[in-house]
């Protein structure tokens, strides 16, 4: 195999070792400990290599020892004694099959064995071939749902996940300032500045009266592999990933003007174009063009100031309403993660969490934070170690000998629960009564179809003990789309009953997006923000939360988890009056 040397690219080996791993059988602790490695080196602000040479991979979120050695090998040779292993016994491309609907690790290790499917190609093939009836535990049935899961297989997208992006943003905008004294500020601009999930490709604005020499010292960065295009205002250029980056230039009297229009979207900026129009002046990067003479605005605000408006946050730069609110004086203040006050959704080491309960709270504790809720998964989701009611109950009781050293701080219990794929839940009545906080979450049968997946969601927002429904749509960014859920059912009755919608800010979910949300707030709805961290590191994610919430232009006090305790629990639907 290629060596690989790139973040994206030793995480995608682990990654694809879970999955391998998955497709033997092997227990559900080591693929959770492959994964979150992944996640951690995906993660990373520098290069691996780098963290290495400091011998710093233990300190890793989820890399210990043998997890740290691996990496090594794999950054020497490209390769470790494991990952040979598991690829003699399954090839690689086995691991794509789990990307279909209806097909899980046991279906792709039978459908491997039985008819040597190595890849989704193979998969068209057989599928085509109407040879999948035959194999034994599957039957026409079976072969149907997969022949529709394939179907429905959309291809990978292209664009860069937000994860990804921004501290690959961040990196190459720090790398620009060191290799270029000319460049004496340098910002993301684009898709990324404004949060969006999926980034095209990463914008970078500098300020500098030399622009020439910053645009020379941008493509000669160790990261670029190719320029595609440059001229005396920017350049385009080819990461060694794969990945596009663009440069402009301005000087500092003009920067504000360029780095306004290099950030709002097409819409917004349009939008912008037309106001300015509808007073005889011409917008663009290089500032406003008004009867013959250029007036340059050296911050953004001055371009909004022009145009009679409130200041709009980068994140809000849609045309998704925000102009018309800045217009009249009543754009919300972009949301602070100051402005909460506690967490409703973490893990701990009790299911799929990597820090104890303890750990979990202190650092919560350094946050600022009054309270957190500790969310661990229940019994149905034996991959994440899901905690059994006779667990929970022991759970409850280190949960008090905690709340007695740490008081004022409060940890609430809860639990991420499984909706079933009849609707029905996890743990009887007797013992969600018994929690602080219930978090239900749909996590499987996502592509079983809209009234399907919706009669599960709805059953557990009419549910009296329920008072949260986690990541509603179940996507992943980059990958999987989630469920075709009739999301307007959701809002409606989501808003009737009091349950409050999630918005995850884990990277790999931002859950709801921005557009959900939005609709949630607009149908009378309340939010949560919730950081679904399986380590303290993890917490962190509410800071995305946040930005999703900013871009739904949401109000402090449609977020539940603004609330102090005490304004918080009367809040909760289980402790107020039933409909």
Known sequence: ?????????????????????????????????????????????EPIAAVRSRHELEQLPGVGKAIAQKIEDLLDTGTFRLLDEVQAEIPPGVAELLQVPEVGPKRARLLYRELGIGS????????????????????????????????????????????????????????????????????????????????????????????????????????????????????????????TAELCVAEDAAFGSLLQQATGSVAHNEHLARLAADRRVKLSERGFEVDGRLVRCATEEQVYGFLGMQYVPPPMREDAGEVELALEGRLPDPFDVSWLQGDLHMHSDWSDG?????????????????????????????????????????????????????????????????????????????????????????????????????????????????????????????????????????????????????????????????SHARAALAAGCTLTIGSDAHSTEGLANVYYGAQVATRALARKEQVLTTLPLADLLPRLKRNRPAI
């Open 120 to 243: 989704l190609e193979d998969l068209r093939t057989a599928v085509a071939d109407g040879r999948l009836a035959g194999v034994g535990g599957l039957g026409p049935r079976g072969a149907q749902r997969i022949a529709e899961g394939l179907r429905a297989l959309q291809a990978p997208d292209e664009r860069i996940p937000l994860g990804v992006a921004l501290p690959l943003a961040q990196e190459l905008a720090a790398l620009v300032r060191q290799a270029s004294p000319y460049a004496r500020r340098v910002e993301i601009a684009g898709s990324t500045r404004r949060f969006r999930d999926l980034v095209g490709n990463i914008n970078l604005v500098a300020a500098a009266d030399d622009g020439r020499r910053v645009l020379e010292a941008f493509c000669a960065l160790p990261l670029v592999t190719k320029v595609l295009e440059a001229n005396v205002h920017s350049c385009r250029v080819q990461l060694q990933n794969g990945y």
């Open 354 to 514: 990597t820090r104890t309960i303890e750990a979990m709270a202190l650092a919560a504790r350094e946050r600022g934070y009054e309270y957190i809720c500790i969310t661990d998964h229940s019994v149905s989701l034996g991959v994440a170690g899901g905690l059994s009611a006779e667990r929970l109950a022991r759970q409850r009781e280190e949960i008090d000998a905690l709340n007695h050293r740490l008081a004022p701080f409060r940890i609430l219990q809860g639990v991420e629960l499984e909706v079933r794929g009849d609707g029905s839940l996890d743990y009887p009545d007797e013992v969600l009564a018994r929690l602080d906080v219930v978090t239900a979450s749909v996590h499987s049968g996502l592509r079983k179809g809209r009234e399907h997946v919706t009669s599960r969601a709805l059953a557990a927002i009419r549910h009296p003990l329920v008072d949260v429904l986690a990541h509603p749509t179940g996507r992943l960014v980059g990958g999987r789309a989630g469920g075709d859920f009739d999301m307007d059912a959701l809002y409606s009755e989501a808003a009737r009953t009091g349950t409050a919608l999630e918005i995850n800010g884990d990277l790999a979910r931002l859950d709801l997006r921005d």
């Open 1 to 45: 195999m290629t060596q690989p040397t790139s973040n994206r690219e030793v995480a995608a080996v682990f990654r694809s070792l879970a999955d391998l791993l998955e497709i033997r059988g092997e227990a559900p602790f080591k693929l959770t400990a492959y994964r979150r490695a992944a996640e951690s080196i995906a993660q990373l602000p």
